[in-house]
């Protein structure tokens, strides 16, 4: 059975790091694509971050472009999002979901986690 759990998040200072975890049940990670969204509070998801397969074939958006690392941890079965230089506007519930392909675009991913909420103040 198909299960996406999120865990990680929490509270961090500007220029602090969190690490994400999604742990994928029911996921064969060689065959499918993991992907990280963000929401902000009274804005649209956004995808952040996306791996696929054996290769680990990864995509970023621009902003989040040498602050963030998605990999995989296949002693743990889950899908990891460092998140360093934290700013902000990281602020948001962020997600992990299981797609086809890495793609930023959340309508291409079927199944979601629950969410667990980044908070970035001083």
């Known amino acids: 059975q198909l299960q996406l759990a999120e865990s990680g998040g929490g509270l961090a200072q500007p220029g602090g790091s969190l690490t994400l975890s999604c742990a994928a049940s029911g996921v064969n990670f060689d065959d499918h694509a993991i992907g990280w969204f963000r929401q902000a509070l009274g804005k649209e998801r956004e995808g952040v971050a996306c791996?696929?397969?054996?290769?680990?074939?990864?995509g970023y958006i621009d902003d989040v472009k040498g602050r963030f690392t998605i990999a995989r941890n296949n002693a743990k079965n889950t899908v990891d999002l460092q998140m360093n230089s934290l700013k902000p506007e990281d602020t948001a519930v962020y997600y992990c979901?299981?797609?086809?392909?890495?793609?930023?675009?959340?309508?291409?991913?079927?199944?979601w986690g629950q969410g667990t909420q980044v908070t970035v103040s001083s």
């Open positions: 979901a299981r797609g086809t392909y890495c793609t930023l675009q959340a309508i291409h991913y079927n199944s």
């Open positions: 791996i696929r397969g054996r290769v680990g074939a990864t």
